[in-house]
Protein backbone atom coordinates (compact mmCIF):
# COMPACT_ATOMS: atom_id res chain seq x y z
CA UNK A 1 0.00 0.00 0.00
CA UNK A 2 1.33 3.34 -1.27
CA UNK A 3 2.38 5.77 1.65
CA UNK A 4 2.96 9.36 1.42
CA UNK A 5 4.12 11.70 3.85
CA UNK A 6 4.44 15.69 3.99
CA UNK A 7 7.54 17.32 5.84
CA UNK A 8 9.25 20.82 6.01
CA UNK A 9 8.91 23.89 8.35
CA UNK A 10 5.34 24.82 9.49
CA UNK A 11 6.10 28.20 9.52
CA UNK A 12 7.77 30.43 6.59
CA UNK A 13 8.31 34.44 6.82
CA UNK A 14 6.33 36.27 4.06
CA UNK A 15 8.90 37.10 1.09
CA UNK A 16 10.52 33.74 1.67
CA UNK A 17 10.10 30.38 -0.27
CA UNK A 18 8.12 27.62 1.06
CA UNK A 19 10.42 24.58 0.69
CA UNK A 20 8.34 21.35 1.47
CA UNK A 21 8.84 17.30 0.48
CA UNK A 22 6.45 14.22 0.31
CA UNK A 23 8.34 10.63 0.86
CA UNK A 24 6.41 8.20 -0.65
CA UNK A 25 6.51 4.73 0.85
CA UNK A 26 5.26 1.34 -0.16
CA UNK A 27 6.22 1.38 -3.97
CA UNK A 28 9.00 3.38 -6.27
CA UNK A 29 8.48 6.73 -7.42
CA UNK A 30 9.86 5.74 -10.87
CA UNK A 31 7.96 2.67 -11.62
CA UNK A 32 4.25 3.01 -13.35
CA UNK A 33 2.59 6.03 -14.91
CA UNK A 34 2.14 8.31 -12.09
CA UNK A 35 1.47 12.38 -11.44
CA UNK A 36 3.26 13.26 -8.33
CA UNK A 37 1.33 15.61 -7.20
CA UNK A 38 1.23 18.96 -4.22
CA UNK A 39 -2.69 20.18 -3.44
CA UNK A 40 -3.27 23.02 -0.51
CA UNK A 41 -6.46 23.86 1.33
CA UNK A 42 -6.33 27.35 3.00
CA UNK A 43 -8.75 26.87 6.68
CA UNK A 44 -11.83 26.48 6.00
CA UNK A 45 -11.54 26.96 1.96
CA UNK A 46 -11.48 24.33 -1.03
CA UNK A 47 -8.88 22.23 -2.36
CA UNK A 48 -6.21 24.06 -5.16
CA UNK A 49 -4.24 21.98 -7.52
CA UNK A 50 -0.78 23.19 -7.32
CA UNK A 51 1.15 21.29 -9.53
CA UNK A 52 2.43 17.80 -10.02
CA UNK A 53 5.69 16.05 -11.97
CA UNK A 54 5.45 12.94 -13.89
CA UNK A 55 6.96 9.91 -13.57
CA UNK A 56 9.36 10.83 -16.68
CA UNK A 57 10.22 13.97 -14.63
CA UNK A 58 7.60 16.36 -16.80
CA UNK A 59 6.07 19.35 -14.71
CA UNK A 60 2.53 20.94 -15.03
CA UNK A 61 1.80 23.90 -12.42
CA UNK A 62 -1.45 25.88 -11.98
CA UNK A 63 -1.14 28.57 -13.99
CA UNK A 64 -2.70 30.73 -10.86
CA UNK A 65 1.36 30.17 -9.11
CA UNK A 66 2.96 28.90 -12.65
CA UNK A 67 5.72 32.00 -11.47
CA UNK A 68 6.11 31.13 -8.00
CA UNK A 69 5.87 26.75 -8.33
CA UNK A 70 8.87 24.59 -8.59
CA UNK A 71 7.98 20.45 -8.52
CA UNK A 72 11.19 18.26 -8.59
CA UNK A 73 12.11 14.95 -7.30
CA UNK A 74 14.74 12.71 -5.89
CA UNK A 75 14.22 9.20 -7.32
CA UNK A 76 17.56 8.25 -5.16
CA UNK A 77 15.16 9.04 -1.65
CA UNK A 78 11.85 8.11 -3.02
CA UNK A 79 11.06 12.07 -2.67
CA UNK A 80 9.35 14.97 -4.50
CA UNK A 81 9.29 18.11 -3.35
CA UNK A 82 7.64 21.27 -3.58
CA UNK A 83 9.26 25.36 -3.85
CA UNK A 84 7.39 28.01 -3.66
CA UNK A 85 8.60 31.39 -3.34
CA UNK A 86 7.77 35.13 -2.65
CA UNK A 87 4.98 33.45 -0.46
CA UNK A 88 2.59 36.16 1.42
CA UNK A 89 0.26 35.12 3.68
CA UNK A 90 -2.58 33.97 1.58
CA UNK A 91 -0.64 31.18 1.13
CA UNK A 92 -0.97 30.02 4.27
CA UNK A 93 -2.66 26.31 4.10
CA UNK A 94 -2.35 22.54 4.54
CA UNK A 95 -1.00 21.46 2.00
CA UNK A 96 -1.10 17.58 0.40
CA UNK A 97 1.04 15.75 -1.16
CA UNK A 98 -0.80 12.89 -3.19
CA UNK A 99 -0.55 10.17 -6.22
CA UNK A 100 -2.33 11.42 -9.30
CA UNK A 101 -3.54 8.51 -11.88
CA UNK A 102 -4.95 8.98 -15.43
CA UNK A 103 -7.87 6.43 -16.50
CA UNK A 104 -9.44 5.49 -19.58
CA UNK A 105 -12.86 3.78 -20.12
CA UNK A 106 -14.28 5.55 -22.85
CA UNK A 107 -13.23 9.22 -21.45
CA UNK A 108 -10.55 10.23 -19.66
CA UNK A 109 -10.51 10.65 -15.54
CA UNK A 110 -7.70 11.68 -13.43
CA UNK A 111 -7.86 10.98 -9.75
CA UNK A 112 -5.97 11.09 -6.55
CA UNK A 113 -6.06 8.04 -4.80
CA UNK A 114 -3.02 7.73 -2.38
CA UNK A 115 -2.98 11.62 -0.29
CA UNK A 116 -0.65 12.49 2.80
CA UNK A 117 -2.36 13.72 5.70
CA UNK A 118 -1.15 17.03 4.67
CA UNK A 119 1.03 19.51 6.66
CA UNK A 120 -0.01 22.99 8.30
CA UNK A 121 2.32 26.09 6.82
CA UNK A 122 1.81 29.49 8.36
CA UNK A 123 3.02 32.33 6.61
CA UNK A 124 3.65 35.19 9.42
CA UNK A 125 6.69 36.99 10.60
CA UNK B 1 -11.66 30.57 -9.79
CA UNK B 2 -12.56 27.22 -10.13
CA UNK B 3 -13.81 25.92 -13.47
CA UNK B 4 -15.71 23.13 -11.78
CA UNK B 5 -18.95 24.34 -10.06
CA UNK B 6 -20.63 22.93 -7.27
CA UNK B 7 -23.55 23.58 -4.93
CA UNK B 8 -21.99 25.24 -1.79
CA UNK B 9 -24.43 23.15 0.34
CA UNK B 10 -26.98 20.59 0.40
CA UNK B 11 -28.87 18.34 2.84
CA UNK B 12 -30.61 15.31 2.90
CA UNK B 13 -32.37 13.15 5.64
CA UNK B 14 -30.90 9.71 6.87
CA UNK B 15 -31.50 6.90 4.93
CA UNK B 16 -32.76 9.37 1.94
CA UNK B 17 -30.83 9.73 -1.48
CA UNK B 18 -29.33 12.96 -1.88
CA UNK B 19 -27.33 14.08 -5.80
CA UNK B 20 -24.24 16.16 -5.32
CA UNK B 21 -22.94 17.88 -8.68
CA UNK B 22 -20.85 19.47 -10.41
CA UNK B 23 -20.45 21.56 -13.68
CA UNK B 24 -18.27 22.15 -16.26
CA UNK B 25 -17.38 22.42 -19.52
CA UNK B 26 -14.48 19.81 -19.84
CA UNK B 27 -16.93 17.30 -17.85
CA UNK B 28 -18.41 16.80 -21.57
CA UNK B 29 -15.20 15.00 -22.31
CA UNK B 30 -13.75 14.29 -19.01
CA UNK B 31 -14.98 12.31 -16.01
CA UNK B 32 -15.12 13.60 -12.57
CA UNK B 33 -13.44 11.98 -9.76
CA UNK B 34 -14.63 12.46 -6.12
CA UNK B 35 -13.74 12.99 -2.78
CA UNK B 36 -15.00 12.81 0.41
CA UNK B 37 -13.55 14.88 2.95
CA UNK B 38 -14.31 15.26 6.66
CA UNK B 39 -12.94 17.65 9.48
CA UNK B 40 -9.16 17.43 10.06
CA UNK B 41 -8.45 14.94 7.82
CA UNK B 42 -6.94 14.42 4.08
CA UNK B 43 -9.64 13.93 1.26
CA UNK B 44 -10.68 10.15 0.68
CA UNK B 45 -11.67 9.14 -3.16
CA UNK B 46 -14.90 7.56 -3.31
CA UNK B 47 -15.44 7.78 -7.21
CA UNK B 48 -13.11 7.99 -10.03
CA UNK B 49 -13.57 6.99 -14.32
CA UNK B 50 -17.03 6.08 -15.47
CA UNK B 51 -18.43 4.52 -12.17
CA UNK B 52 -15.87 2.87 -10.09
CA UNK B 53 -15.70 3.01 -6.17
CA UNK B 54 -11.76 2.26 -4.53
CA UNK B 55 -11.50 -0.39 -2.56
CA UNK B 56 -13.25 -0.04 1.07
CA UNK B 57 -15.98 2.57 -0.18
CA UNK B 58 -19.92 1.54 0.16
CA UNK B 59 -21.92 0.55 -2.83
CA UNK B 60 -24.45 3.31 -1.75
CA UNK B 61 -21.69 5.80 -3.46
CA UNK B 62 -22.34 5.96 -7.19
CA UNK B 63 -21.34 8.07 -10.23
CA UNK B 64 -22.94 9.63 -13.62
CA UNK B 65 -22.48 11.91 -16.33
CA UNK B 66 -24.45 13.52 -18.47
CA UNK B 67 -23.20 16.43 -20.94
CA UNK B 68 -21.27 19.20 -18.54
CA UNK B 69 -22.41 17.79 -15.53
CA UNK B 70 -20.87 15.03 -13.04
CA UNK B 71 -23.06 13.61 -10.00
CA UNK B 72 -22.19 11.74 -7.41
CA UNK B 73 -25.06 9.95 -6.02
CA UNK B 74 -25.55 8.67 -2.55
CA UNK B 75 -28.68 6.00 -2.18
CA UNK B 76 -29.46 5.94 1.39
CA UNK B 77 -27.41 8.61 3.10
CA UNK B 78 -25.86 7.46 6.66
CA UNK B 79 -24.83 9.45 9.05
CA UNK B 80 -21.11 9.00 8.44
CA UNK B 81 -21.51 10.21 5.20
CA UNK B 82 -21.69 14.45 6.60
CA UNK B 83 -19.16 15.37 5.04
CA UNK B 84 -17.67 18.05 2.34
CA UNK B 85 -17.48 16.57 -1.43
CA UNK B 86 -14.93 17.56 -3.83
CA UNK B 87 -15.11 17.01 -7.31
CA UNK B 88 -12.48 17.38 -9.64
CA UNK B 89 -11.18 16.60 -13.34
CA UNK B 90 -9.14 18.63 -16.02
CA UNK B 91 -9.57 21.96 -17.59
CA UNK B 92 -9.47 23.15 -20.99
CA UNK B 93 -5.73 23.28 -20.82
CA UNK B 94 -5.10 19.99 -19.86
CA UNK B 95 -4.19 21.69 -15.82
CA UNK B 96 -6.39 19.64 -12.79
CA UNK B 97 -9.09 21.58 -11.42
CA UNK B 98 -11.55 21.00 -8.20
CA UNK B 99 -14.61 22.00 -7.62
CA UNK B 100 -15.69 24.38 -4.78
CA UNK B 101 -16.53 21.88 -2.84
CA UNK B 102 -20.03 21.06 -1.34
CA UNK B 103 -21.26 20.35 2.48
CA UNK B 104 -23.33 17.82 2.95
CA UNK B 105 -25.68 18.01 6.19
CA UNK B 106 -27.27 14.63 7.02
CA UNK B 107 -30.39 15.32 8.79
Known amino acids: QVQLQESGPGLVKPSQTLSLTCTVS??????????WSWIRQPAGKGLEWIGR???????NYNPSLKSRVTISVDTSKNQFSLKLSSVTAADTAVYYC?????????????????WGQGTLVTVSS | SSELTQDPAVSVALGQTVRITCQGD??????ASWYQQKPGQAPVLVIY???NRPSGIPDRFSGSSSGNTASLTITGAQAEDEADYYC??????????FGGGTKLTVL
Open chain 1, 98 to 114: ARGSVGYSGSYSVYFQH
Open chain 1, 53 to 59: IYTSGST
Open chain 1, 26 to 35: GGSISSGSYY
Open chain 2, 49 to 51: GKN
Open chain 2, 88 to 97: NSRDSSGNWV
Open chain 2, 26 to 31: SLRSYY
